[in-house]
């Protein structure tokens, strides 16, 4: 389990860092989009901050994943945005969707396997 841990881990941060450092250096040309997502992505665009604001806690995310600290916080931070992806890509997007699987079941995963660390999270006060 540690080892799968490790494996998972490291490819969700790596995907991460990918992502968000081909976004801020341009490393990759824009996929070109149409339909529905070509309107949502406009949308997204247009409010000047929330593309930003993903990359920026994936690559946090990513730095995480693959020195292996924070990963507790970094489970955490970056769950809205894998949830995020994974809905966006299972409604506009199918034919991405194996990855987006990849990424919040990866980050499921490793909730689960660092799940100690979230148990005083849930505890209720007495």
Excluded: C, D
């Amino acid at each position: 389990m540690k080892i799968a841990t490790i494996i998972i881990r490291t490819m969700l941060g790596l995907l991460f860092l990918y992502t968000s450092i081909s976004y801020f250096f341009h490393l990759s040309p824009e996929p070109v989009s149409s339909g529905e997502f070509k309107a949502f992505q406009v949308g997204l665009i247009a409010s000047t901050y929330l593309i930003p604001l993903a990359k920026v806690t994936e690559l946090l995310s990513g730095l995480a994943f693959v020195t292996g600290k924070f990963v507790t916080l970094a489970n955490l931070v970056i769950l809205p945005v894998s949830l995020n992806i994974l809905l966006i890509n299972y409604f506009l997007t199918p034919e991405n969707l194996p990855l987006a699987v990849f990424a919040f079941g990866g980050n499921i995963f490793l909730i689960y396997t660092h799940w100690k660390n979230y148990k005083k999270l849930f505890k209720m006060n007495e």
